[in-house]
């Protein structure tokens, strides 16, 4: 086929939302540990890939636990569920930002974060998020009411000891001014790092712990390339944000947690870094930020 024909027939994939072919397997299992697995691919089928098959095809290329993450109030809920129904997968429960800002509007949002609290207590639920400030989707209008639902998630996650996930989007300073005024929990992590050197730094030297996403693959990503270099080992930690944020060489294609290895690899190779002691770090990484013990309640 000529190299014509292999665009053509690619592109003609995208169109039709075909998944990628499974990617080597990881040598070592790590967490995909930020998945939206109740969310359909915007270009593929009307609905998710059933949790089984998802699980199945993840566990399959050394990605065996996930943390599924609920950013409405429908979504929370089904997390709490799908968690509840296999052990592979724990959740987090939040309010997007953008979410909040329209609920504030409608004079909805604490009756929401009400339920978000009630359901953050549930044992199958580590974290609180993902919530933050988003300044991309959201305008000057919405800001304070994304302040104020972002401070309420922080004082959550505080009072029961979860793990706090942070949207940020175009909102560093801000993001770190209210984690600042609250204080940052003892365990709290950067979803989807989309900082440079200088804003990685300011979180590390706050605690955090940095997810990179599919975005680092991406040939624009010179910058969230040289954060990765200046972070920790034991700070990194790896995630899809799927069905959005597909690594290359599939970049606009659905994403899935068993394309993970992508990034893993994306990853070892930015750092010069051996491929197995990479994931090890990863897979330790990931049970210190959330919580450990996948599986049946210990209680």
Not at 50 to 77: E, M, S
Not at 94 to 121: K, M, Q, S, V, Y
Not at 208 to 218: D, I, K, R
Request: proline share 8%; hydrophobic share 40%.
């Amino acid at each position: 086929m000529t190299r014509r024909g292999q665009r053509t027939a690619q592109e003609k994939g995208h169109r039709a939302g075909e998944r990628p072919e499974p990617p080597e397997a990881l040598p070592h299992p790590v967490v995909d540990n930020h998945c939206h697995l109740d969310i359909p691919a915007h270009d593929g089928p009307g609905e998710p890939v059933p949790v089984a098959d998802a699980l199945a095809r993840a566990a399959a290329v050394g990605v065996p636990r996930i943390v599924q993450i609920g950013c409405d109030l429908v979504g929370a809920r089904w997390a709490v569920e799908v968690a509840t129904a296999h052990d592979e997968i724990v959740a987090g429960v939040a309010l997007h930002p953008n979410d909040a800002a329209r609920l504030d509007a409608a004079g909805t949002l604490d009756e929401a974060l009400g339920e978000i609290a009630d359901l953050a207590t549930d044992d199958r639920v580590r974290a609180v998020g993902e919530t933050g400030l988003d300044h991309f989707r959201t305008g000057p209008e919405g800001h304070a009411s994304q302040v104020r639902s972002f401070q309420r998630h922080i004082e959550l996650a505080h009072a029961l000891d979860k793990t706090l996930v942070i949207h940020d989007r175009d909102a560093h300073a801000e993001v770190l001014r209210v984690l600042d005024e609250v204080g940052a929990p003892p365990r709290w992590v950067m979803h989807c790092f989309s900082g440079d050197v200088a804003f990685a730094e300011e979180c590390l030297s706050r605690g955090a712990y940095l997810s990179f996403a599919g975005t680092v693959t991406f040939k624009n990503a010179d910058p969230l390339r040289a954060a990765l270099r200046v972070t920790p080992l034991d700070r990194i930690l790896v995630e899809t944000d799927a069905p959005f944020l597909t690594p290359a060489p599939y970049r606009g294609r659905p994403n899935a947690s068993y394309l993970v290895p992508l990034t893993v690899r994306a990853i070892a190779e930015t750092l010069d870094a051996e491929l197995d002691e990479l994931c090890r770090s990863i897979d330790v990484n990931t049970d210190a930020a959330f919580g450990g013990h996948w599986g049946p309640p210990t209680s």
